[in-house]
């Protein structure tokens, strides 16, 4: 059987509280929404550099990449290829999507396990991101929260073991898209002759021994009667994990049973059920419970935003400022795909004779003009030496705090300060410590178009 | 080396001037020059344009042919000089040294640049979003790349938002004595500091506006001035270093952003030329760069005014004003004057040219003998000096 060797995720820095969304409803909670420069990919980059943070493994023993989401942001192309080529991750690597429903993220994770089991496979990443708005006004009524998460599955011992996988295809959906319209059926009949069905026949098909498990994820639009449905096969309501994603996060739709599970990893055995247009059950037995702090990874403490600010970050990719209507701006795939090493993997340059390091490729150094330079791996992590606050540069959010950046271990960047929605919140000043983080530079969102940003340094692990 | 002697000069008015178009402030310039040099066009032997940014302006002075045209000057060599904001130094170091090798007898160095036919949004800041690497220094104005410089020099030399303001307050006063500059108007601490923020800690009236405008400088060599017709001014020294790159400043872990060492290289040139070796004591009055008026301040320093970390007490002790120890900018500088790129540095020594004869009208400085012009242009990336004399 295969195994979770780690697994990561990430949420953006911002939320709604839900009772800004409905006030006339007095809910609590919160979702989390994406920045202006956020995507599916800059969120997948960051759940599997999460992912691999926990881990000695390096990116290069990576077989295969299978992403998930039913978001896509391109179409005739693969995200799975497009995140491995940004990831640094072996040219070979086989990548697939996972699509079209959210039951895809457990899917990837199923098509994973199997892989390893045939022994085609030694380690697959898994990764899984959604970015959904739900049309203005019907927020109360469509809980969404964007996140991404990642695992990298093994044949080798890890956090836990995946015991069983098992899916149950049904045709009937609840609620899909066909030729860009949606589509609802009479929901008497989805709910019965589609989700009950199909879930009645998986749990007959494959015998669970209720008394075996400790923990069961029922990840599913009929949460209330997928637990009766599991009552009656002989499970008792202390083994549901109660969904607290939904409430923190909102619901975050291809990631939702996977951030379920990594939140249940405490306990010992775990089933997860995720019904969506069909079943997937998957069996965990856990092997190194991971410590509360290791679970509680990214930065949580989130920042709450206006409704305002939520109808302008719904805008993402049309950043026209106040001032300036951003045009085209100047992109080369071209340059990019030569310049990768330095503007995507932040390879630097040691000067063999003085040391320095450069960011960017020079004949001689600046110091000592000595013409030997050694290729070094620069560091995400780093100081404010200076920095400005730009109030005229173009963006939905001004102003741009343009950071000048010496990095740990050598190099200097320049680079904006992102996540700033509120500056009052983001003070930085010289001698701050910050991160580097991938975000998308291109204003007017035309094409892909990533690099560097940086973020206020807060206690992650 | 043959002494230089710049025997015509000339300037138009700095401004938004919608009814000047790029070639008339040629022909505007040009003419004031050739007249005040008593020569005609066609003593001319060689020129150079000095233009910087064609095509976020008018899309005219991408060669020397742009100054033919509107003079009717042809069948001579005209070259087109770029080098941000020495371009037009850049003109007259190229001219000095072309009066120098023989090739002419009589040199025209003309800086022309027509920015405000576009909205300041559609030249300057365009140019920074738009054009350029797509990733980096993405994000940054003219603005922001200089007021990098004026957060590390106040965390490092205890210089205030009040010093980089004093020097706005300085130069707006000055520009109020001065008919030909964009800003007339003098202004007070308060309004600086109050001002619209554009890149903290400058604020609008800490930034000289994008303008209209041309200067022109025509010279010849030493023995050929006619002491009959001529007021000549005599090139004492030209220093000119491109120190570092667009990108590298920011990029460069030993870069203290404290210096601009293109100033430090191009000032000791000049100043060995010039045999100068005191500059405060030497020289009576500079006209420096002060796009931003973080820049002007720190210039000090790196032109030897003063030592490292001192800037901030030459502005406190008004040594810079018009009557001061070294009078700075007493032409309102590019804060007042405005900054049309290709023609400030030859209308800085159009500048220095007037107060040396003595000339200059009301913010006349007294006595002076020898004076400097600067220029920074790119990230802090090329400087040029020049210094003239009696």
Known sequence: ?461 | MKEIAIIGVGVTKFGELFHQSYDDLVRDAAMQAVNDAQISLDDIGAAWLSTAFPEIGVFKGRSGMDLSEPLSLYNIPVTRVSNFCASGADAIRNAVNALRAGECDVAMALGVEKLRDRQPQDSIVKMMVEYGHPFLQKGFTAAGTFAVYANRMMKEFGVTREDISEVSVKNHFHGSMNDKAFYQKPCSLDEVMKSQMVADPLTVLDSCPTTDGAACVILVRAEDVDKKKHHPIFIKGVGLSVSTGWDLPFFNPNHDFLSFEATRVAAKNAYKQAGISNPIDEIDLVEVHDCFSIVELLTYEDLGLCKQGEAKDLIRGKETQLGGKIPVNVSGGLLSCGHPVGATGIRMVVEVANHLRGNAGARQVKNAKTGMTHNIGGPGAIASVIILGT
């Open chain 1, 1 to 461: 059987m295969s195994n979770i060797l780690s697994y990561g995720f990430y949420f953006p820095h911002f939320h709604v509280e839900e009772k800004i969304l409905s006030p006339r409803y007095g809910r609590k909670g919160k979702r989390i929404v994406s920045y202006v420069d956020e995507d599916i990919i800059t969120l997948s980059f960051e759940a599997v550099e999460n992912c691999f943070s926990k881990i000695k493994n390096s990116k290069a023993e990576v077989d295969a990449i299978l992403f998930a989401t039913t978001s896509s942001v391109f179409h005739n192309r693969y995200h799975a290829s497009f995140l491995a080529d940004l990831l640094n991750l072996p040219k070979e690597i086989h990548a697939l999507d996972f699509a079209s429903t959210p039951r895809a993220g457990t899917d990837a994770l199923i098509y994973a396990n199997q892989m390893i089991n045939a022994g085609i496979y030694k380690k697959i990443l898994i990764v899984a991101s959604d970015i959904h708005f739900p049309p203005i006004g019907e927020e109360p009524r469509n809980s969404f929260g964007h996140s991404a998460v990642a695992f990298i599955l093994g044949n080798e011992g890890g956090v836990a073991e995946i015991t069983s996988t098992n899916s149950f295809s049904s045709s009937i959906a609840e609620e899909f898209i066909y030729k860009n319209e949606k589509i609802t059926y009479d929901p008497r009949y989805s709910r019965d002759a589609g989700f009950k069905h199909n879930t009645k026949s998986a749990l007959e098909k494959i015998k669970v021994n209720a008394g075996d498990y400790d923990a069961v994820i029922l990840n599913s639009l009929y949460a209330k009667l997928a637990g009766g449905i599991f009552f009656k096969a002989g499970f008792s309501e202390e083994q549901f994990a109660k969904d607290t994603v939904t409430s923190n996060y909102g619901y975050t739709s291809v990631c939702h049973a996977l951030l379920q599970l990594i939140f249940s990893l405490e306990k010992k055995n775990i089933l997860l059920f995720d019904y969506f247009n069909g079943t997937n059950i998957i069996t965990i037995r856990v092997q190194s419970t991971p410590s509360s702090s290791e679970r509680v990874g990214v930065r949580l403490e989130s920042e709450g935003i206006s409704y305002h600010d939520y109808l302008t970050l719904r805008k993402a990719g049309n950043f026209n400022s106040l001032k300036y209507d951003t045009k085209e701006m100047f992109s080369s795939e071209m340059m990019q795909e030569r310049e990768k090493d330095t503007l995507q993997y932040l390879k630097g340059l040691k000067c063999d004779s003085c040391g320095t390091i450069y960011y960017l490729k020079s004949t001689r150094c600046k110091k000592c003009k000595c013409e030997k330079f050694t290729d070094v791996q620069l560091a995400t992590t780093g100081t404010v030496y200076t920095l400005t606050s730009e109030h005229y540069f173009p963006t939905s959010f001004p102003p741009i705090n343009m950071l000048v950046i010496d990095l740990d271990n050598g190099g200097r960047i320049t680079v904006q300060q992102t996540d700033t929605m509120y500056p009052e919140n983001n003070k930085i000043e010289i001698g701050s410590k910050v991160k580097l983080v991938l975000r998308k530079m291109m204003e007017n969102d035309e094409k892909p178009n990533y690099f560097w940003k940086a973020i206020a340094l807060r206690i992650t692990n």
